[in-house]
DNA sequence: CTCCGCCTGAATGTATACATTACCGCCCCC
DNA sequence: GGGGGCGGTAATGTATACATTCAGGCGGAG
């Protein structure tokens, strides 16, 4: 009938392109022309279109006026936006999972997580960041796919895939673990206190702790815009890991 | 440079399908196949796919597995889902306008959206709901794009375009215009207290008035779902239409 | 000197032929 | 009788040539 190799030159096409985005190595603003960048990577126009096609119904580019593709840029205000949308809508998705009820298995998965979470404070300093910031998105996955919504679930992939920046570019140094390390032990409160709101079917107090969640990635954010030498790059990204 | 014109074979293609969709002739769950849909259409398959491409980027088409392209297909817990969603985000959308600010000049606008608004309720009954519908559009319309929050704005469109079913095919009869006629007055009074409390800069009542304006808007689908026949085409379309 | 118009180049839009592959039914073997 | 492999077929994936259109420069005329 159709392929669905995923090694076809679309998908070629995609993984580089996104790679590149995310890198920092096309910046936004950036216009993508088709015929330098299929001769590069050797395939015709025809699936580097369809890659920068689905790259748009990602986020990472926009459709230029009069045709083309732009990288899409964005804004510290958009950074700070994104984090309140997050928010939103993860507080949503818990606050109807709470009202709709979650099987027990689901919420016992979660718990599940949450121990291994708390393993990553006896560790290491830097090791515990690098355990703790895969473990929180785990987290915060198995929460956005929690039963109950799925049109919320799939606005919350997009939001949580906006292309910022490169993750690693910017990971946080050493400074900025000690200044966030107090935050995280309120993270991981709050994660312990929202799965307990879903559980007990407390919608309201469940939306209201994945707000306060999301405020306490927006401080950090804040935090590290000040102290940041003015003109160095801000990591959009660390504030959507450090939550 | 590049062509910007508009009556493109891509266009064409966009519109039709999208016509198709949106009008029912094409169900949910339809799968577009290229080649005759191009033949029928008469141009080539490599304009379709760009704008089945930008279908799936609107929502209303979602790609197969292997391949291929799928009309997307709501249940009624989705439309249900789109409203609470769309309650959210036009809550927070509200909320960071006022926390942020607004010119006076677009409050102006929507208060002068809201008196010709009023005149609805004056005139015959069916004229009005058409009225009502299109200036209740226009306010919402007004609302997401307040200054504060393009990162939101976007969303909440995607939210909006969201594809249920053909709004020209389930227009409510004189018998649901009598039973929404009561909850219609109710709305007016929302959308006069949502601008008075941007305007004061009360981000924590916006956001609930235009909740509770959502919740308007489930109970008056439910009341659809209810008094409907069964096994009779339930209209998402009006349910955002009257709210 | 200025302005209008053509012309050329560069980029995307489109058509079409060919390659690839997933699905489905058939057949063989167990 | 059932299951697994195997091929045909239909649909999508890819390459390439050609069409279209816009922008910008260049030249001629007023």
Known sequence: MAPRAKDNQEGRALLTLRERILGGVLPGGTRLFEVPLAEE???????????????????LLERA??????VRAFTVADVIDAIELRGVLEGTAARLAAERGVPEARLAEMRALLETLEGCFGAGRAVAFERYAGLNGAFHD???HLPGSEIIARELQRTKTLPFASPSAFLPDEAAHAAFEHSLFYAQAQHRALVEAISAREGARAEAIAREHARLARRNLDHLIRTKAPGAPISPALALVID
Request: a positive charge.
């Open 142 to 144: 198995a929460l956005q």
């Open 41 to 59: 990577m050797r395939i015709s126009r025809t699936p580097l279109r369809a890659a920068m096609s689905r790259l748009a119904e990602e986020g």
């Open 65 to 70: 006026r009069g045709g083309g593709f732009l």
